[in-house]
């Protein structure tokens, strides 16, 4: 060890390099105790917590992403391609001049529009009363879709309420039913819950 | 005793006597290195403490390829320099700690490698964590600028400053010590 501090420059770099490049300070006595203590507290907070790592996690929650994202993408693909699955349609109520009329003569307005073809839509359309208009694809294919809707409402009408309602399921591939027209179907029924009303009595 | 390879294994394998055996090869060197680059002796076990939970953490990634020991000290100066650019922004004054370069304490007749690291301690910052990467660690001006995130020029600039405040701490403590003698 010299005596004295060297006070050239090209001295110096040398000058720390062979005092302080091997050099040893003692570290407190307790030192070991606290790096192994908190190693310790380090291993507890391991084991309780999530027991992976960053990049683990990172690629499980990308992982449960996709999955929502493919899941989800299926689940409405599913749904549209099946139009009898289809929770509720607008139902036009459209009440005529005789509105006050019994239950049984206002069933004839109702007239459920089911989204089918361009043609079916049309056949549906009452051209005084209402111009509904359906841009939709051909053959009922899943990505079937209304782009416009366009009520006209003639003056007489006072009262239009689109009611959904639940469609009826239809198996797609069952033959076709005869169509009986709602003001045909409650007309018997009402005659039917009407006739022994007036049977006279036996006595 | 010698850092060889059956002891780092079995450090990787969690064995407490092998760790404790690394700790007390390597302890002492390790101290060394960080009270270079403070002036603070608590802050300095504080590092010290953290860096062996470093070592000990990442064991793993040490491929046996040059010393273990060169390995644990890049692995601690890392971690200092980590730690202070956390605390602090390094700044890169010029000026020395005057109030406590010329005391009674700090003059001594002989030469010693804790008044080495005094007089390191007593550089600003920056010049000071240059001068111990460059001079005593041995990295370029290139890795000392990437680590510190500055140019190559700024840390040769604050390196020649460094050296020059040193020479000045130098000659005034010969001074001293020349007085005191005679």
Not at chain 1, 96 to 110: G, L, M, R, W, Y
Not at chain 2, 9 to 22: G, T
Request: hydrophobic residues 30%.
């Amino acid at each position: 060890m010299p005596n004295k501090y060297p006070e050239e420059l090209d001295q110096l770099d040398s000058f720390y390099q062979d005092q302080l490049g091997n050099v040893e300070v003692l570290p407190p006595a307790d030192m070991w105790d606290r790096i192994s203590a908190s190693r310790e507290k380090d291993r507890n907070k391991k084991g309780f917590g999530f027991p992976f790592s960053n990049n683990q996690k990172n690629i499980g929650i990308v992982i449960l992403l996709v999955l929502i994202g493919v899941s989800s993408a299926v689940y409405f693909l599913n749904n549209d391609s099946e139009p009898g699955t289809k929770n509720s349609v607008p139902v036009i109520n459209t009440p005529t001049d005789n509105s006050t009329a019994p239950e049984n003569e206002s069933t004839d307005t109702e007239q459920p529009i089911n989204k089918t073809t361009k043609e079916n839509i049309r056949s549906k359309k009452t051209s005084d009363a209402k111009t509904v208009e359906y841009n939709t694809t051909e053959n009922n294919s899943s990505l079937e879709e209304v782009k416009t809707e366009v009520y006209q409402i003639q003056p007489k009408i006072e009262v239009v309420d689109i009611v959904p309602v639940e469609k009826q399921e239809e198996p797609a591939e069952k033959a076709p039913k005869k169509k009986v027209s709602f003001k045909e179907k409650y007309k018997k029924e009402y005659q039917d819950s009407t006739r022994n009303l007036f049977v006279p009595d036996k006595k | 005793m010698v850092i060889d390879e059956e002891l780092v294994k079995r450090c990787m394998n969690n064995e407490p006597a092998a760790q404790k055996a690394l700790y007390t090869l390597l302890g002492s060197k390790l101290f060394a290195l960080c009270l270079r680059y403070t002036k603070d002796r608590t802050e300095a076990e504080d590092w010290l403490q953290e860096s062996f939970i470093k070592i000990y953490t990442h064991l793993h990634s040490f491929k046996f390829e040059g010393s273990f020991e060169g390995w644990a000290k890049r692995v601690t100066v890392n971690f200092i320099l980590s730690d202070i650019r956390k605390k602090k922004n390094v700044r890169f004054s010029d000026e020395l700690d005057e109030n406590v370069l010329f005391t009674d304490e700090s003059a001594h007749s002989t030469i010693g490698h804790e008044e080495l690291i005094y007089f390191i301690s007593l550089l600003p910052e920056g010049k000071r964590i240059i001068f111990n990467l460059s001079v005593i660690e041995g990295y370029s001006h290139k890795e000392i600028a990437e680590k510190l995130n500055i140019t190559e020029g700024t840390s040769r600039g604050q390196l020649a400053k460094a050296r020059e405040q040193l020479i000045e701490i130098h000659k005034k403590h010969n001074k001293i010590n020349a007085k005191q003698v005679s």
